[in-house]
């Protein structure tokens, strides 16, 4: 059974920074593309960044320059180092693990990142 398990949520001042974690068990993590979402409250969710088997990035326009997301195939981790944070970064986020050789699309249960004064 696969398990997608985020941590390093926590409540930050403006431009200060943060790492979210992604731990994965029970699934070829490396075979995975790894997407970091996010979801404030009353608004969808929207991709944040992921990353390809191969290292491939893609990163949303509001966060570019700011955020930048990683993978470690040898841990079956992935991070996402989040700095100059703003109000409006304020989200439950999550990570997402997809492949066109799997039907399943995995998701963790997510961690709260606040950025207040």
């Known amino acids: 059974q696969a398990q997608l398990v985020e941590s390093g949520g926590g409540l930050v001042q403006p431009g200060g920074s943060l790492r979210l974690s992604c731990q994965a068990s029970?699934?070829?993590?490396?075979?995975?593309?790894l997407g970091w979402y996010r979801q404030a409250p009353g608004k969808q969710r929207e991709l944040v960044a992921d990353?390809?088997?191969?290292?491939?990035?893609t990163t949303a326009d509001s966060v570019k320059g700011r955020f930048t997301i990683s993978r470690d195939n040898t841990k079956n981790t992935a991070y996402l180092q989040m700095n100059s944070l703003k109000p409006e970064d304020t989200a439950v986020y999550f990570c997402?693990?997809?492949?066109?050789?799997?039907?399943?699309?995995?998701w963790g249960q997510g961690t709260q990142v606040t950025v207040s004064s």
């Open positions: 029970g699934i070829i993590f490396s075979r995975y593309v």
């Open positions: 990353i390809t088997r191969g290292g491939t990035i």
């Open positions: 997402n693990l997809r492949s066109v050789l799997d039907p399943r699309n995995y």
